[in-house]
């Protein structure tokens, strides 16, 4: 074959193969979009979208799987403070001050927990329910409550003589898990029905 026949059948073959991968890039671009929209108002955005961009081709445009993500994501964070908060208790060379406060700590985690799973169950039971308002309340409610208990961690450690190298490996983690919960409810507060 001549070279330049080659060349013309490189360029044909590589003009009828554009479409296609450009037709694969459009939807996860529209998927991204959506995402960085949903999260550029939330009420900390970089967070939100550092947190779930990377599940845009699942979540694609639909508000309750973002809003389900979140709160999975809510979860995932909660677990890893639990577990630093735990870790933490098992020092040996805490006070008995710092044992009852992470202790305490421990409690209120696990409660957000557990309120950051009911929360996923209103949501779940979203696209059924005959109420969507009243499921909706149900949700914001829990996320509130959750995110109440992670600040009551915090206070926690505002009234005792805690040391400061406690206090910010505490801090940092709740933190970061009530900026993940925050954004979750900012979502859920704004669901369509």
Known sequence: MEPKCLMILLLITALLLAPISSATVAPQNT??????TSCSSATYPAVCMKTLLPYASAVKTNPFKLVNVALTTTLKSANATLSTVSQLSKNKQITKWEAAVLKDCIGDIKDSMSEIKDTLKAISGLPKSADKRFVISNAQTWASAAITDENSCLDGFSDR?????????????IVSLTRVSSNALYLINHLTV
């Open 31 to 36: 998927y991204s979009t959506f995402v960085k």
């Open 161 to 173: 003589k805690v040391s400061p190298a406690i206090k910010k490996k505490i801090r940092n983690s």
